[in-house]
């Protein structure tokens, strides 16, 4: 991994060309995971646990659940998320005993200044298709979504189409969905959709943070 900020910068422009962001997914997916990281403290040198959470489709049950606790060594730096997360997220996958169809990332992919977010990093590393839902928009502009579930607009960066706000409920915000690798933006947004059944946030994302966070604070109170 980088040490500091510009190579992990040079690291990022590097990979970006190994990204393939407009392809179907080969099949309908069977298991899908989700991955969430939870944090001691902002700052660099404290515990961070990983988290992945396997769901069957199309069902939602779980698959299969681990987690990985380590020390986060690189500081926050806004489109840097990645260097903070993809080791102990890969650490949490390597005991994973099924393989995932897709992942499915709380954070971007190519909706990022140079197309290769969070989403985009784990699907090149792992071999995987993965795509981002996130919160908030991170790059871009969008117009506003009708209030009806399954609606959404483009959200354009730099005159590219780099994902799409999605309205997964009624009467709550969008969010904001981005292929990685691996997949397309049709099949990110529908995977997305049948992953928030209930609420605005995909059951992956929602179950694998749960997960971090319990995973967390079991770390702190035994050490």
């Known amino acids: 991994m980088p040490r500091d900020a510009a190579e992990a910068v040079t690291l990022q422009h590097r990979l970006r060309h190994r990204v393939v962001s407009d392809a179907p997914l080969p099949a309908p997916p069977r298991l899908v995971a989700g991955l969430d990281v939870s944090y001691e403290s902002s700052s660099a040198g404290g515990r961070i646990a990983g988290a992945v959470v396997v769901l069957h489709l199309p069902d939602l049950s779980i698959a299969e659940s681990v987690t990985s606790i380590g020390t986060c060594d690189f500081p926050y730096v806004p489109g840097l998320l990645a260097f903070r997360e993809v080791p102990i997220l890969l650490s949490a996958l390597e005991k994973l005993t099924v393989t995932p169809d897709v992942l499915v990332c709380d954070g971007y992919g190519i909706a990022h200044p140079r197309r290769f977010g969070l989403a985009c990093f784990l699907g090149v590393t792992t071999g995987l298709p993965a795509f981002g839902v996130a919160k908030t928009p991170f790059v871009g502009t969008f117009d506003e979504?009708?209030?009806?579930?399954?609606?959404?607009?483009?959200?354009?960066?730099?005159?590219?189409?780099?994902g799409r706000a999605l309205r997964t409920q009624r009467g709550v915000k969008p969010v904001f969905v981005s292929p990685g690798h691996l997949i397309d933006m049709d099949?990110?947004?529908?995977?997305?959709?049948?992953?928030?059944?209930?609420?605005?946030?995909?059951?992956?994302?929602?179950?694998?943070?749960?997960?971090?966070?319990?995973?967390?604070?079991?770390?702190?109170?035994?050490?």
């Open 145 to 162: 979504v009708p209030d009806e579930r399954g609606a959404f607009t483009p959200l354009v960066h730099e005159g590219e189409t780099v």
């Open 187 to 223: 099949d990110s947004t529908g995977l997305a959709l049948r992953l928030a059944l209930r609420y605005r946030l995909p059951e992956t994302t929602r179950r694998a943070d749960r997960l971090s966070r319990d995973a967390l604070r079991e770390a702190l109170s035994s050490a």
